[in-house]
């Protein structure tokens, strides 16, 4: 079954975890033990690295599993992640994307009118920032943010209200997108959809269709 990325090596972690426990420090740096899964998982702002987990840098997050900018930030001239002015402001209605480049107001993935973002068009996944896809998929193809992809889960109540609503409680335990159309693509970047009907679980966005 596929990993999703910030699990990508789950059970090599929890194979490490087991041959260095010390009663006194379960986990390794960037790791913390979840007693739910009783094993060492990367710390929710790290990245697996080998058989352990990197921290990312105090100014970014952990995106699809990198390190990256949040939504609606990017790296500046000192590479630091800021702010961008017009990415992800309000819109719909009569308040409209003044700025020139995120021109385009983006629907809520929920469908809530009110939570609509301001938000690039795009030709493919370089035209966007690091914490978006092109949905080339989109009649006009716009910069979209899938939020709640590699979070940890336990059950799939731990990824609602989310896009990742699929909870892998097989390998990964993250939450991963699901309900994909395989003619039509609309994963994250880095996932293709696949189907793995022959399991009982549909459509899901992997890294991997094997």
Not at 42 to 61: F, Q, R
Not at 111 to 139: F, Q, R
Not at 160 to 172: V, W
Request: charged residues 15%.
């Amino acid at each position: 079954m596929m990993a999703a990325n910030r699990f990508i090596s789950f059970l090599m972690l929890a194979n490490a975890a087991g041959c260095l426990f010390d009663s006194n420090e379960r986990c390794g740096p960037a790791m913390e033990y979840d007693a739910t899964l009783a094993v060492c998982v990367c710390a929710p702002n790290a990245v697996v690295s080998g058989l352990g987990c990197t921290a990312c840098a105090d100014d970014e997050v952990v995106v699809n599993g990198a390190c990256g900018c949040a939504a609606g930030s990017t790296k500046n001239a000192d590479n630091l992640c800021e702010r961008v002015v017009g990415l992800g402001d309000p819109c719909g209605g009569t308040t409209p994307c003044t700025d020139d480049k995120y021109s385009f107001c983006a629907p809520d993935t929920a469908g809530v009118a009110t939570s609509n973002t301001c938000t690039a068009m795009c030709t493919s996944d370089a035209d966007c920032d690091s914490a978006y896809t092109c949905a080339t998929w989109e009649a006009q193809p716009y910069c979209r943010e899938f939020a709640g992809v590699g979070k940890m889960c336990s059950s799939p109540a731990d990824c609602d209200g989310t896009d990742a609503a699929f909870c892998d409680t097989f390998q990964s335990h993250t939450c991963i997108v699901s309900g994909c159309s395989l003619s039509g693509n609309e994963c994250p970047k880095g996932t293709t959809c696949c189907d793995f009907s022959n399991f009982g679980l549909g459509t899901l966005c992997a890294e991997a269709c094997q």
